[in-house]
């Protein structure tokens, strides 16, 4: 009798351990994390064409609701052949004291040219260009290049039009100090990988700045976001928000992109 229920009981153990062993087998494939770097990747693609290519942005700084500032920029960018990340000169053009100025990024360096002094000055892309927009903020960037990127979750987040959008949550570690941010959480939606939100983190773990890309439009091949509205990491009524405009493909001369011809520069 007891060597019988011995018997059964060994029985019942296998079957339990057989059913635990499928069971573990079946998780890596329920719950698979999606790849987080092709994901990011996808996202450059929404936000920047592939060919080089011009683009006004108009940066607006708001207190309290109320507009304290206004910047306006034309954007040339071209992706560099060898490393694939966007080489960008800006020139600014209003308002008119700041009229021509320069801002050129040339693989990892970034160089402010001023044609009143005639002297270029290596600038940092953490620097405030306007309001929270950063210097780093206005040049073209594949994210992908700069960031190693982790998938966080898969969770619903209100965008910038209050419209709730089911997104991958992806953690981005900066791959070089060179970036403009050590680490970003991002919500890419499903499906489309339109980029989403955005938070923005220093070293230290000191939220910057939070993004919302909104105001999606057909431009140059694809739905873009032509609006990307920027909060302060602590006052959230300091508001910057940025609009892309007057998109068009078109040659950018490896000329442009050389910190010794901005003194020579001058726009078509």
């Not at 450059?44 to 683009?55: K, L, T």
């Not at 970003?184 to 000191?206: L, T, Y």
Request: net charge positive.
């Amino acid at each position: 009798m007891f060597e019988l229920l011995r018997l059964h009981r060994r029985r019942a153990l296998a079957r339990l351990a057989a059913l635990a062993l499928c069971g573990m087998a079946a998780v890596p494939a329920a719950f698979a994390a999606p790849d987080a770097q092709a994901l990011l990747a996808a996202s450059d693609a929404v936000r920047n064409p592939s060919r080089p290519f011009s683009v006004t942005v108009n940066l607006l700084e708001y207190r309290n609701a109320r507009q304290t500032d206004n910047n306006t920029l034309s954007v040339y960018s071209k992706a560099d052949p060898n490393g694939g990340q966007f080489n960008t000169l800006i020139r600014f053009v209003a308002p008119q004291r700041d009229a021509n100025k320069l801002l050129l990024k040339n693989g990892n360096d970034l160089w402010f040219y001023d044609p009143a002094s005639q002297a270029s000055i290596r600038l940092s892309p953490q620097q405030r260009l306007l309001g929270q927009a950063s210097n780093g903020d206005v040049v073209t960037v594949n994210l992908a290049r700069d960031y190693q990127a982790s998938w966080l979750a898969e969770e619903d987040v209100v965008d910038g039009e209050r419209t709730t959008r089911h997104c991958h949550k992806l953690g981005l570690a900066a791959s070089s100090p060179d970036v403009t941010y050590h680490r970003v959480e991002m919500w890419i939606e499903v499906g489309s990988a339109r980029p989403v939100k955005a938070r923005f983190f220093a070293q230290s773990g000191h939220l910057l700045k939070t993004a919302f890309y909104r105001k999606f439009q057909p431009q140059l091949g694809r739905e873009r976001p032509t609006e990307v509205v920027i909060i302060d990491g602590l006052d959230p009524a300091w508001v910057t928000v940025m609009r892309y405009s007057d998109w068009a493909l078109r040659e950018v001369p490896d000329a442009w992109l050389q910190r010794d011809f901005l003194p020579r520069f001058k726009p078509e």
